[in-house]
Each structure stands twice: as C-alpha cells, then as structure tokens.
C-alpha cells in the first residue's frame, strides 16, 4: 500500500502513478474541461451516442464519459492527440474489419484528431454494445 504525497489517496502500490485533480462529475463538465479545439468533437461523439443509446444513463466511470443500463455499455475520453473509444474486447472482435485504419487495443480504439470522426462507425458499436448485453 502507499500514499500519494500530494493529495493523499490510498494507492496499491508504492510510487503508483495516478491522477491528483476530483474527477468531474459530469460529461458536461468533463467535456468543458477539454481544449476549445477538442470539445466539438467531444460533443459530435457525445450526440452520437445519446442520438442510439436515448435510454442510457450519462455518468462518469473511470474518469471517462460513459453510458449505462444496468451496466457500462461504452465510454469515451479524450488523450493528446486522439479521443479514445471504449466498446470492450468483444465489439474490438466484432467490428475488427473495419477498424483496421486505426490503432486498437484490446477493448480500444483511438481515433485521431487527424481525421474525420466516424460517427456511422461509432453508433454501430455502441448499438451492438447495447443490445448484444457486450460491455466494457
């Protein structure tokens, strides 16, 4: 166990790297709390997903938007030079022919400031998320 000097958390391990600042406690405000160039797409993937998933909860879990029904469905959050999109291992399976333009993870996608956001792409994931019970 360990402690971090700064803000005083309760920590796993010993000198763990984590986060300092109170997570925000909304989508809206996380989204505020971006760059003014990065929150119109913050928003376009926020509106996608509210516009397929109209009966999921907005919250915050792991310092991310997420949307949940009875469980996460997907959640999404914005790095340096990408928003990252997290559907789960089994969607990153599903949709694997068609991701292959960008760079994946496990149970993620990154998609760079770079190019053009693929909403379609992005609505189907989190569509297939919700109804096949599939989660992050």
Same mark, same amino acid.
């Given at each position: ?54 009966? $999921?909860? %907005?919250?915050? /879990?792991? @310092?991310?938007?997420? !949307? ?22 089994? $969607?990153? %399976?599903?949709? /694997?022919? @068609?991701?292959?333009? !960008? ?22 994931? $989190? ?10």
């Amino acid at each position: 166990m360990g402690q971090s000097p700064k803000c005083g958390r309760e920590l796993k391990n010993t000198n763990q790297d984590h986060d300092c600042s109170e997570p925000p406690k909304t989508i809206d405000a996380y989204i505020a709390a971006q760059s003014e160039s990065v929150r119109p797409l913050l928003n376009q993937v926020r509106d996608t997903l509210r516009a397929v998933l109209p009966d $999921a909860e %907005e919250r915050i /879990s792991w @310092r991310m938007p997420t !949307y949940w029904r009875k469980h996460n469905i997907i959640h999404f959050a914005a790095f340096k030079n990408h928003i990252g999109l997290y559907p789960g291992d089994k $969607a990153m %399976e599903h949709f /694997s022919d @068609r991701l292959t333009e !960008y760079k994946t993870s496990k149970g993620a996608l990154q998609l760079p400031y770079s190019k053009p956001l693929p909403l379609e792409l992005i609505a189907e994931i $989190a569509k297939w998320c919700y109804e096949t019970g599939h989660h992050h």
